[in-house]
Nanobody, 129 residues
């Protein structure tokens, strides 16, 4: 079973920044659309951002546009999520996931977790006010 590995989470204050990383030991992220999702306590998992393989184009949820940036380094087999101006409502466990069926992302508003086959265990992001 392929396991992605997230890192970079932590406890920060409102307005701070974090960069999350998603690595895939023993598995290539090439040709896969890669998504970041998050799940807050008592809430459903929601899509945050997605990055396509070929041109690195990205899609974002409205609630993170202009604050978060997703990117990928294909040479390092790693995907990143840069999060700026963090808010308490961004507090959640953040997961990365690989879509085995698509190399290009669709709009995040229509992106569903079940479309992604391989997941990490998540990294906790906590933003204090």
């Amino acid at each position: 079973q392929v396991q992605l590995v997230e890192s970079g989470g932590g406890l920060v204050q409102s307005g701070d920044s974090l960069r999350l990383s998603c690595a895939a030991p023993g598995f290539t992220l090439d040709y896969r659309a890669i998504g970041w999702f998050r799940q807050a306590p008592g809430k459903e998992r929601e899509a945050v951002a997605c990055v396509s393989y070929s041109d690195g184009s990205a899609e974002y949820a409205d609630f993170v546009k202009d604050r978060f940036t997703i990117s990928r380094d294909n040479a390092k087999n790693t995907v990143y999520l840069r999060m700026n101006d963090l808010k308490p409502e961004d507090t959640a466990v953040y997961y990365c996931a690989a879509n085995l069926m698509r190399s290009r992302c669709t709009a995040v508003a229509t992106t569903r977790a079940h479309e992604f086959s391989y997941w990490g265990q998540g990294t906790q992001v906590t933003v204090s006010s």
